[in-house]
């Protein structure tokens, strides 16, 4: 089997595992954002970003609060805002 082959699978296999757990060391997370290393350091140094340090040195990350903090700030698309635009003035047409 070609080197390269092997390497792609076992990434995979890696991604695999990291989907099932929970709580991710730093690298995981780094993996798992697609956030580098320095800028997730500069999140947690900052407080910006949801972990922990249990022993005060190495840092874990709970998926389900990634994730969330991923998605906070979420912007509305061009058919959503129109969407609502729509259904506010059928609804202040109704009033009248």
Wanted: net charge positive; charged share 30%.
């Amino acid at each position: 089997m070609d080197t390269l082959l092997i390497l792609e699978r076992l990434d995979r296999l890696e991604k695999l595992l990291i989907g099932s757990k929970e709580v991710l060391t730093f690298d995981e997370a780094c993996d798992y954002t697609g956030i580098s290393r320095s800028y997730l350091y500069k999140l947690t140094a900052s407080g910006k970003i949801p972990h922990s340090k249990p022993n005060g040195k190495m840092l874990f990350f709970e998926k389900r609060k990634l994730v969330d903090w991923l998605l906070q700030n979420k912007r509305k698309s061009q058919q959503d805002i129109e969407a609502e635009a729509l259904s506010h003035a059928m609804r202040h047409r109704a009033h009248r």
